[in-house]
């Protein structure tokens, strides 16, 4: 199980967006789908699920957050037929970012947002298959535009299991914006691929909770130690969530969160659910307290 799950918010569609996307890809199933009650958003579908293998999970809590291009998924085909298959799929009620074509980078590429504002990027990956079908990618935009080598580096400092792999600058004149260093730069965190690039172009948006990662910890000391790391915007600090210096979300949970949230009786979710809601950086052993009835 990987320890860094993306996860997707969504105003009321969640289940319906990962049932369209497990039509895509192969070796992809539902793992649960339960309903929490009681939250700010009202009663809120969480689901699980893998794409090509690959941990997810979506939420339906209300139109709060929106996706934009600051986090895509990279989705490495092995042949121009599967770029084309997944275009059309996507295509259905979605927005085109960059033209499917020939790029510099790739023999076939295309870059689209699909009917949910999901971003996509779609690659034929000659000489067979990375290890990782589905890759987030991180677009450092706005105020964090030209700070994808400061992040990169620190991310992989922060956790275990990581790595710089490759890096690479845009030519002189490629980049609109004069903050726009580094076009591609992949990395792996906790053994888990991400690619991350400078916007080269001036826009408005950036990172929001929308699009977060979710880190999975086994215990408190683990919790805290990124919660201290990573935490930069106190107001932004609730239920597992927190925002980085360069506005990117996380959620920093116990691993056996999902357990206690989908295994549960009825009563011992809403006590769990109760606990949290109140809490900013979780206390495991108040949660366990929680599901226990001990409280």
Known sequence: M???????????????????????????RVIHVNTISGTPSGDSEIVSFELAGQSFMAISAGPY???????????????????????????????????LGEYPFSKWYGWIQ?????????????????????????LFSGDACGRTEEAVKYYTNIFPNSDIHFFSKYGEGEAKSSKAIFNYVAFKLLGMEFSAMDNGYDVEFG????????????DQAEIDDYWEKLSAVPEAEQCGWLKDRFGLSWQIVPA????????????????????????????IEALKRAYNGDV
């Open 2 to 28: 990987r320890k860094i799950v993306p996860h997707l918010w969504y105003d009321k569609e969640a289940k319906e967006a990962a049932l369209f996307y497990l039509t895509m890809f192969e070796d992809s």
């Open 114 to 138: 699909d009917r949910y504002g999901l971003s996509w990027q779609l690659m034929l990956v000659e000489g067979g298959m990375t290890s990782q079908k589905i890759t987030p990618n991180l």
């Open 207 to 218: 990172f929001n909770e929308a699009f977060s990662l979710m880190v999975q910890c086994e």
């Open 256 to 283: 056996n969160m999902n357990e206690m949230m989908t295994k549960g009786s009825k009563e011992e979710v809403q006590r769990v659910t109760d606990a949290f809601l109140k809490m900013k950086k979780f206390d």
């Open 65 to 99: 957050f929106k996706f934009n291009p600051a986090i895509s998924l990279m989705v490495a085909c092995d042949s121009v037929e599967e770029v084309d298959a997944l275009w059309k799929s996507l295509a259905e009620g979605g927005s085109v970012l960059m033209a």
